[in-house]
């Protein structure tokens, strides 16, 4: 199944190596090669990188074209509310540092 398959390709990576456990000179191709066939990669049109320096000024415009901005704030009349503080990070649990902090802000 998948796992004998998986574990055939990783033997044969690993094979690739010397006795140090590093790669061998020019053999960066061949072991990411290797490596490939164990990964399902999405075929996307999307960028791998952002791009944000050049990315940032055409979104700008294109929203400054559209109105977005003017769209918004006709849609949602009222009084201004600012939030202070988002969520707590996600990557960790909660602790009373956070509590602290939400408690100090109120």
Not at 29 to 40: F, L, Q
Request: charged residues 30%.
């Amino acid at each position: 199944g998948v796992r004998r398959r998986t574990a055939t390709v990783v033997a044969a990576a690993g094979s690739e190596r010397d006795r140090k456990g590093t790669a061998k000179k020019g053999d960066g191709d061949a072991e990411a090669s290797v490596y490939k066939a164990t990964v399902n990669l999405p075929n996307t049109v999307f960028e791998q990188r952002a791009n944000a320096v050049s990315r940032e000024p055409e979104l700008q415009a294109l929203w400054e074209k559209l109105g977005v901005y003017e769209k918004l704030s006709r849609n949602n009349p009222g009084e201004k509310f600012v939030l202070h503080d988002g969520p707590p990070y996600a990557n960790g649990a909660l602790h009373m540092g956070h509590a602290l902090n939400k408690v100090l802000k109120d």
